[in-house]
Structures are given as structure tokens and as C-alpha cells.
Nanobody
Framework: QVQLVESGGGLVQAGGSLRLSCTVP????????MSWHRQAPGKQRELVAD????????NYADSVKGRFSISRDKAKNTVDLQMTSLKPEDTAVYYC??????????WGQGTQVTVSS
């Protein structure tokens, strides 16, 4: 069982910022496309952003473009999601995911982000 561990969630006021981090085992980190997803109460889980293993391809959901930034830290084996200009509708549990052709996808346990109005 691959262990992805998210951190950095919390409560923030609208307009504020948070930085989420997902720690990934090294052997998974080097060959996986990494992504952040979120799930709000009563809604389906949705893709927020993803980044390829070589950092060359990055995609964002339209709802977060210009506000969120995904990045990989090769020294720490982490995938970070910098979130700015947060809105109440960004409130959700945020999950990181690792996808590789070499293994089944792996998910973290999630971290709660709550944005108050």
C-alpha cells in the first residue's frame, strides 16, 4: 500500500492563502503524474490540478486557474498546491493522487480546507 500523506489544510478567511503538501515515497515520486483533487460535501470528487513526472505538463481546473499553483519539490519528494485568493466554494477535503504506468493509482487520506466568508 503506497503511502501518500497530505498536510497543510486548515481554516482560512476568504481571500486568504494556504499551501498544501503531499509527501510521496521516492520511488513513486520519480515516475508518477501527481494531482490534487477535492471533494466538497454532497459533491463528486473533482480534479484541481495535475503535474507530469517531468514537470513539463501542468493542468488546472477552470475554477482555480490564476489562483492555485501546483509544483514538485524533488529534494523533499513532495507535491505542493499553493492556493491564493481562496473562496468559500474552495471548501473541501483535498486529496493527492499518484498515477504511473507501473502501478495502480494511489490516494492520500485527505486534508480539510475550510474557507470562511
Amino acid at each position: 500500500q503506497v503511502q501518500l500523506v497530505e498536510s497543510g489544510g486548515g481554516l482560512v478567511q476568504a481571500g486568504g492563502s494556504l499551501r498544501l503538501s503531499c509527501t510521496v515515497p521516492r520511488n513513486i515520486f520519480v515516475d508518477s503524474t501527481m494531482s490534487w483533487h477535492r471533494q466538497a460535501p454532497g459533491k463528486q470528487r473533482e480534479l484541481v490540478a495535475d503535474i507530469s513526472s517531468d514537470d513539463k505538463r501542468i493542468n488546472y481546473a477552470d475554477s482555480v486557474k490564476g489562483r492555485f499553483s501546483i509544483s514538485r519539490d524533488k529534494a523533499k519528494n513532495t507535491v505542493d498546491l499553493q492556493m491564493t485568493s481562496l473562496k468559500p466554494e474552495d471548501t473541501a477535503v483535498y486529496y493527492c493522487k499518484a498515477v504511473s504506468i507501473w502501478r495502480v493509482p494511489s490516494w492520500g487520506q485527505g486534508t480539510q480546507v475550510t474557507v470562511s466568508s
